[in-house]
């Protein structure tokens, strides 16, 4: 804590690493690529989940749990997904290890597997595998399940929640009786995922769908929600996949149809992961540490008192009591720091760098006042407050910087999003960063072009927003609509 | 459901097998050793997880999350570790897979690792390696850390939930300033498990302390919780080791202490898996299917309108409108079944396989006397209950269960607990299954011997009960009291 933060404008990547190491979220492990995620980043990942599983049983879902291993072969069967995933899988031939006089410890050369198995970078093959089974006729569709899990997928370069080799995610696996039904629930989830950025992590999003070379390996169409960060880049917040009947094909799972005729199943996946720690980090903290919505954070309000004595410390603790259960009583998490091995100042500095909300100080002049004084991380203002009805204040106070923080992540969002028509105008502008929509003629060939020439690619197709026809600022080529580009993490 | 349950007496190993796929918990999958935790079957779990969550976190402990793999030279660290585990090691040598003109896709020989990786069989070395960056002092201490994670120990003979080479499970790792505070540690978190099998589970257990060569590969010392089952076998329900400094030795953890010396840090470690699973289903259910505790119930309360038409229907769904949402108002889970594409004969019978802990029925007549009826899973009985005031009946019921079903399973548990004097009644009651305290004379060789004649083992020495000495029943040479023997899963 004794050290400055690098400062964002200075060098952001620095600032971000130094962030997640010295706030306690995470730092790397001695295996590479595999991050630790210490306490107060899991606290964090945490409530994710329990927001995100409860908006997914609340749209009918229920959770399960497939093999952590998946047979080569599996893999195998659908031809574009095992392209997409080959060059970073975890691959485990032996299952045991053996004393050996001179190397100490080796691996059992007799204990070889017959098939390598894959250590999971997603699991649609070992599910579908299993959808076989449990799918026999329309009675027995929609079949609507999430799983929670690791996922492996070999990286050699790495950045802490961004892009690791293991991270942890959910996966929802649908299969569904038409195209329409699963179409609607790639798009119902899509909206799920959209709401949860947006209410939860205060992070404005814009839903589109990838173009074919973007598009999730097996997938005829992967929707996505695309966030902007802090220093103009993007990053894909969540995808939700339309399968088809790839999978349904692969794996041959039919069933018999109301008319009692044999069809494939229609499948859908959708999935985010630790990564979203990374865009809420990088969304909305400061050079002072991070910064969390309420609705996130592990404790919303730390309650510190300043005592020069024992005496003094005990009467603070008589008159923040009933502070602190007026809180509890209304849901509101509070630590009441009263550790007298470390100084007030210390603590100060602690919870602001580890972004608790709200922060409470309050010494013998508050009693005499009856006040305390209330910090705010958001806008780092200070106010005194009567203590009276404060719980009901503080409550108010937590929805503000909620929603404080939504708005300026919108604003900024908003501000670095330009249209523009030329593609001269397009490279000088993409160095400012943020979003730029322009035309672009729809070809792969374009595309590539561009992501070669500029590093920018295009985040998505919008699904809401200007249709106009026009043309593409690299061929002049007819263009159907504005696409999103950015350069992206 | 159309087949009848093998009945247990028949068969007691196909009935668990039967009763485990056809209740919906789980299922073996493609991959050898690796089951699929089936919607039902992972509700149950997310229930477990949810209290034990709360217990861990009341006792000031915080969840983090650790690597998947695990360098086979960390592994090696700690000798007896090492030999513990090495047989059932999954061992990652790759990490991409490229396609073959022949073979289709194969493993990459060119993308070997440099170590090899072992999937965790446990987390110690992998913590204990971080642990050292996180430990410096005293005030550093302790470190109280949960983590939830999927482990791997490859097995060739496996059982749906009782042994699998992936399971599910938590594991407690922490680190203290004393070999006192982390024995204390160890107890206290073999009471959270006692606390946690008898009061969810409602599985009476005795809480004991391991024989050398059962406990932990190392440990110092192995607490247990050991439950009988309905078949008069055995099984360990949940461990708690005090590690003492093994692991701070192999991983150089050390800390300075208030005297301003390097010490080495006190460890223990303690955890409980998707083997509780099979535990609740082997002590409550019976030949009609599953029986839940309530506290443990995705869903406690069924209730199935009967209905000949369709205004019929609609009468009856104004009818129990108020009772459904005076149960939800209680915290009692309700599923309202007005699916009318199945039966209630259907409806009845699946409910009962699957161990829902109430069933309500309610048909015309039932509007007409102002009554329901109520079905309890756990004896069958059902009664016809006037619907005033039912959702506190029915909240009287549900903890009747729950109390029920502990009464039943401790009054098995006494009733298969024997004091036996000599070889000879040792070996003929264990013909009868159950629990058996007997006099051991305390050496590896006598236990090997009784275990190798026999099939079974010392489960504990129990932390309370009879402390008499007596001769041991095999050689005659002096016992410091009796140990707790039987058969086991």
């Not at 696996?173 to 995922?193: D, F, G, P, Q, S």
């Not at 309420?294 to 923040?320: C, F, H, M, S, T």
Request: with cysteine; charged share 25%.
């Amino acid at each position: 804590m004794a050290d400055r933060l690098t400062p964002r404008a200075e060098n952001y990547a620095q600032w971000y690493n130094d962030l997640v190491l010295r706030a306690d979220l995470a730092e790397h492990s001695d295996v590479r690529g595999c991050m630790v995620i210490k306490p107060h980043g899991y606290a964090i990942w945490e409530k994710m989940q329990a927001a995100l599983d409860g908006m997914f049983k609340a749209t009918g879902h229920v959770n399960a749990y497939f093999p952590l291993f998946i047979p080569k072969s599996y893999l195998a069967r659908e031809a574009s997904h095992v392209e997409g995933f080959a060059k970073e899988c975890a691959v485990v031939t032996h299952y045991r290890l053996k004393s050996d006089p001179e190397q100490g410890v080796v691996v059992d050369p007799e204990a070889k597997l017959e098939e390598e198995l894959i250590v999971r970078p997603t699991s649609e093959t070992i599910i579908w595998n299993t959808y076989r089974g449990w799918i026999k006729s329309y009675r027995d569709l929609p079949l609507l399940i999430n799983q929670w899990a690791n996922v492996v997928r070999w990286e050699m370069r790495t950045r802490l929640f961004l892009r690791t080799a293991e991270f942890l995610w959910q996966e929802g696996h649908t299969a569904h009786a038409t195209r329409e039904e699963a179409i609607e629930e790639t798009e119902r989830m899509l909206e799920v995922y959209r709401r949860f950025a947006e209410e939860w992590l205060a992070i404005p999003v814009i839903k589109g769908i990838k173009t074919a070379s973007e598009r999730f390996a097996g997938a005829e169409e992967t929707y996505c929600i695309e966030a902007l960060m802090q220093d103009g880049k993007a990053l894909q917040a969540g995808t939700s996949h339309f399968l088809g009947q790839n999978f349904a094909k692969a794996f041959d799972v039919v069933f018999t149809n109301k008319e009692n005729k044999q069809e494939l199943v229609w499948a859908t996946s959708w999935g985010v992961s630790t990564r979203l720690m990374g865009a809420l980090i990088m969304t909305h903290s400061d050079d002072h540490g991070l910064v969390l919505p309420p609705k996130l954070a592990p404790v919303q309000v730390a309650v510190v008192p300043i005592a020069k004595n024992e005496e003094q410390l005990n009467d603070l603790r008589g008159y923040v009591a009933p502070v602190l259960e007026a809180l509890r009583a209304r849901g509101i998490s509070v630590k009441f720091d009263d550790d007298d091995t470390k100084k007030p100042g210390w603590k100060f500095a602690e919870y602001e760098f580890k972004g608790y909300p709200v922060r409470i100080a309050v010494g013998p002049r508050d009693m005499e006042n009856g006040t305390v004084e209330v910090a705010r991380r958001d806008t780092l203002e200070k106010q005194v407050m009567q203590v009276v009805d404060l719980d009901e204040k503080v409550e108010h106070l937590l929805q503000a910087i909620q929603d404080n923080l939504f708005q300026k992540a919108l604003a900024m969002q908003e501000a670095g999003t330009r249209a523009v028509d030329t593609y001269a105008e397009f490279q000088e502008e993409l160095e400012k960063g943020g979003f730029l929509l322009a035309h672009w003629d729809g070809t792969p060939e374009t595309e590539e072009r561009i992501k070669n020439e500029t590093k920018a690619t295009i985040r998505c197709i919008p699904l809401d927003g200007d249709t106009t026809p026009g043309t593409c600022m690299v061929t002049g080529r007819p263009s159907a609509r504005r696409v999103l580009f950015a350069r992206a993490y």
